[in-house]
């Protein structure tokens, strides 16, 4: 195990970490954020490097015997990128991209969203670079088990507390629990969020961040005096957040045109049904080859003459040079950092609302936060008490970003940036620099 180990609240940039030369990716366009709240705000540039770096970094090998008894090793990482108002928090990432500048990026904005919607959390981040699709559960859960082993130092209730993010489910966190309990010799259910809801998991997390999705995209539609029962939608990814929020649009009276995965998208001019497509997506494993729409391909989904398009796959889809045939009015973030900066500038001029990642998808954290707490108390909410604490997070949060984003006269993302970046800023002030 390799580490770059600060203590919360030290002030100390790490040095091995380049802060402004980083090749172009999410970190560039983390730092880039950063950079534009740290001078609006008017902060020095000690406070941008104390920011711009993680706390804690932590790289793993995970040596994985195969079903066939072969050996392989993968990689794993685990970032904390700030720890000044409370544990780490964070997914954990299975996917064949996962490097430590994504883990890094990542984490960043779990920092600022934690802060946006005052969840008592820093940010953090895992991720192992596997293709989850190429191996079998059994060797999923070995692959579980020793990464969780290999992280165990730096995680646990009151340090640094893994969710489900891109490749990884509740299976995950239960396998993620049970190592770690194992090895305190006790349940530990505070560990982790995102599990079964037998297994301590609360109920309304699975479908909380497309929950939120659809809060903000719904406020973010009547904003721009589009009324959302007369609205149509497109949404690239269909898997835990892009699915559920397919499915709430349309609740909400939303048409949805078109939906897309790594296979392929979907298109049908009427709106999609969405119960026969989640039936076809049951069975196939993939939304192509649904017989009541025309297959798209993803640059002309992201380009349909729709109202709202929801981004909720992976990062840097709408870059410089796709942004500009974008025409939905609003872009709600369902992925984290599916905007480049240069995007973000062009859809801007264009007039395009863009609803920033630590904002739109929000509600994943919040009911994470929320089922730790339950988990702390062991005292379970029902449903309905989780969906209304959530939605008036939502608001109030859309609220206040709006509020500073008219206040400032900057686009939501900078507004956002600024509420969480300040909020964190301030904890540092407060707690002092530890010698
Ligand atoms: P997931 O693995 O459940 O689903 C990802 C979906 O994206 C799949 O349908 C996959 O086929 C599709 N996809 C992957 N690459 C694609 C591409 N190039 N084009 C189109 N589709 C593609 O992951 P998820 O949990 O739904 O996460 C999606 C995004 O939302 C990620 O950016 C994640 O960080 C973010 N997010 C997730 C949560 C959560 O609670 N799960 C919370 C906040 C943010």
């Given amino acids: 195990m390799t580490a770059v180990d600060h203590r919360p609240g030290a002030a100390t940039a790490s040095t091995t970490t380049p802060l402004t030369t980083e090749a ?20 020095d540039e000690g406070m941008f490097q104390m920011l711009a770096a993680p706390r804690r970094e932590v790289t793993v090998s995970i040596p994985l015997r195969r079903d066939d008894g072969s050996v392989e090793l993968l990689t794993g990482h685990r970032v904390q990128h700030n720890l000044s108002r409370g544990p780490a928090k964070g997914g954990l990432r299975f996917s064949p991209e996962v490097d430590l500048d994504e883990v890094r990026a990542l984490a960043m904005w779990m920092t600022w969203k934690c802060a946006l919607l005052d969840v008592p959390y820093g940010g953090a981040k895992g991720g192992v670079a596997i293709d989850p699709r190429r191996y079998s559960t059994s060797e999923l859960e070995r692959v579980t088990r020793r ?3 290999e992280i165990m130092p730096v995680i646990g209730p009151t340090k ?13 966190m239960a396998w993620m629990m049970d190592t770690f309990s194992v090895a305190s010799g006790h349940t530990v259910l505070g560990v982790v969020t995102g599990k079964p809801v ?10 909380a961040t497309s929950r939120g999705v659809v809060y903000t ?3 973010a539609l009547r904003h721009v005096g589009c009324e959302p029962t007369s609205a149509t939608a497109a949404v690239q990814g269909f898997g835990k957040v892009g699915r559920g929020a397919a499915r709430f649009l349309d609740e909400a009276g939303v048409r949805v045109l078109a939906v897309s995965d790594q296979y392929g998208g979907v298109h049908c ?12 997506v049951d069975e196939t494993g993939t939304v192509t080859g649904f017989a009541g729409a025309q297959p798209v391909d993803q640059a002309t989904l992201l380009a349909l003459d729709v109202d709202l398009l929801v981004p909720a796959a992976v ?11 974008v025409r939905a009015r609003v872009v709600v973030e369902g992925a984290n950092g599916p905007t480049t900066t240069e995007a973000d500038r062009l859809l801007e001029e264009q007039g395009v609302l863009v609803v920033p990642d630590i904002l739109a998808n929000a509600g994943g954290v919040v009911v994470s936060y929320f089922e730790w707490v339950q988990a702390n108390q062991a005292y379970w909410w029902s449903e309905a008490e989780v969906e209304a604490r959530l939605a008036d997070r939502m608001a109030s949060a ?33 707690r002092g620099l530890y010698p």
């Fill in 24 to 43: 172009p990716g999410p970190l560039q366009d983390a730092r880039e954020q950063l950079r534009s709240a740290v001078e609006l705000l008017g902060y």
């Fill in 217 to 219: 995209a719904l406020a």
């Fill in 198 to 207: 037998s297994l301590g998991g609360s109920l309304g997390r699975a479908s």
């Fill in 398 to 430: 859309w609220q206040q970003v709006l509020a500073e984003s008219t206040r400032r006269q900057v686009p939501l993302r900078t507004a956002a940036t600024c509420l969480a970046v300040r909020r964190v800023a301030e904890a540092h002030r407060q």
């Fill in 160 to 172: 640094d507390i893994p969710a489900p993010d891109i490749g990884t489910d509740e299976d995950t």
């Fill in 147 to 149: 990464y969780t082993s």
């Fill in 269 to 280: 001019a009427d709106g999609l049904d969405l119960a026969a497509l989640e039936a076809h």
């Fill in 315 to 325: 990062e840097g889809v709408l870059h410089a040079d796709n942004a500009g045939s």
